[in-house]
């Protein structure tokens, strides 16, 4: 009923180039109303076919590693900055030279690389109080992302001169935010950094922006931008989001290969796993989108689950809108940022492919 898969084999994710162009456009438009810079963050979508599109309309890329600083390179990143939690000396000595801007993210780490030849700046943990989901929330005391800010400004206060290298700060603190985070974390560097900021050339304002949602407060935040400008016009402001820049604009496409009539409920065998090609519904238990299912309740229910041998490889259980074939198309919507890039071989299952449409 759903239609036989067509003739591309599944499973495989596909993206809707004029949906990414919709977001690219919008990104851009932040961009120049807001006079910001937008890195796109590789982590969450790194498909070399596509990155020269996103790396042609933004303002630059956001890598973590070697191999993501090579795919940054080969789509022609303007510009590159590098963050990770921590570097070994060998690995960060080589790629110096292909990125822009460094954030390093303890005092040790700062004190170890302080005379690399880059613009270096300091990752912080603002300590927002913020409703987010503990296993992405960098602000929590506990968290090892960034120097806790009450430490590095007792101890910048007390001996500024082992931070006269100090050219930038990273607050990566927010999460899927439409400005109510920002305006917070604004004000939390206008109130607590007056003495640092004179020194600095930028501020990378980190990802969690939901910049490409409907209903995102474009005005509030060109607002909020416009006014910490108007105190600090010397401050290059940076921006890295990553699941914005490609939400909504594809899906994974699977295949019913049985049902399975159990004492409990029916069970759809799909043509993928999670431990394989969805991994982000066992790390972050997300609950996917399905084409053709409602929250209504109909005749029709059906767990979803993978192809593999765990018996926890269960997507979610859905009721649809008609009875499940074998040969059905099952469509997982929304599925570009973060889920392709985590992909597996477990059980000896090939990665999904990738295609732009
Ligand atoms: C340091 C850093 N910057 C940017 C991002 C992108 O965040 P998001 O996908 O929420 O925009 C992440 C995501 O984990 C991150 O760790």
Same mark, same amino acid.
């Given at each position: ?44 979508f ?58 390093l ?6 004190q170890?690389?302080?005379s ?8 912080i ?27 590095? $400004? ?12 100090l050219?930038?700060?990273?607050f990566?603190? $927010? ?38 949602d ?8 060109? %607002? ?20 914005? @820049? ?37 790390? @972050? ?10 929250k ?20 979610? %259980? ?6 499940l ?33």
């Open positions: 009923m759903f239609g036989m898969s067509n003739t591309i084999q599944t499973p495989y994710f596909v993206m809707y180039e004029k949906k990414l162009i919709h977001n690219l456009k919008k990104l851009n438009e932040l961009e120049e109303k807001a006079n910001i810079h937008i890195l796109h963050t590789v982590k969450s790194n498909q070399d076919t596509v990155l020269p599109i996103i790396s042609a309309k933004l303002s630059g890329m956001s890598v973590t590693s070697p191999k993501e600083l090579d795919i940054a390179k080969k789509a022609n990143a303007k510009k590159v900055h590098l963050y990770a939690p921590a570097f070994k000396e060998e690995v960060l000595k080589e790629m110096i030279p292909n990125i822009s801007t460094l954030s993210n303890s005092l040790t780490q700062w170890k690389f302080l690399l030849p880059v613009s270096k700046g300091l990752r943990n603002p300590k927002l109080s913020l409703a987010i989901p503990t296993h992405c929330n960098p602000n929590l005391n506990s968290s090892r992302l960034g120097v806790d800010f009450v430490d590095f $400004l007792d101890i910048y206060h007390d001996n500024k001169s082992q931070f006269e290298e050219e930038g700060l990273h990566h603190a $927010l999460f899927q935010d439409k400005t109510e985070g920002l305006s917070l974390l604004l004000e939390h560097i206008v109130k607590y950094y007056q003495k640092v900021l004179p020194q600095l050339k930028w501020i990378n304002l980190g990802g969690g922006h939901n910049f490409t409907a209903n995102y407060d474009v005005n509030n935040f060109v %607002k909020l931008l416009d006014n910490f400008q108007t105190k600090y016009p010397n401050i290059k402001l940076y921006f890295e989001p990553g699941e914005t @820049v490609t939400k909504g604009c594809g899906d994974f496409m699977t295949t019913v290969l049985d049902i399975v009539v159990t004492e409990d409920i029916e069970v759809a065998i799909l043509d993928t796993s999670i431990e394989t090609h969805l991994l982000d519904v066992a790390i @972050v238990n997300q609950s996917l989108q399905v084409k053709n299912t409602q209504k309740v109909t005749p029709y229910f059906y767990e979803l689950s993978g192809n593999s041998c765990l018996q926890g490889d269960l997507i979610g %259980k859905y009721y649809f809108t008609e009875p074939q074998i040969g059905d198309t099952i469509v997982f919507e929304d599925m570009m940022p973060y889920t392709m890039v985590k992909m597996t071989e477990f059980n000896g299952m090939e990665k999904a492919r990738f295609y732009l449409q």
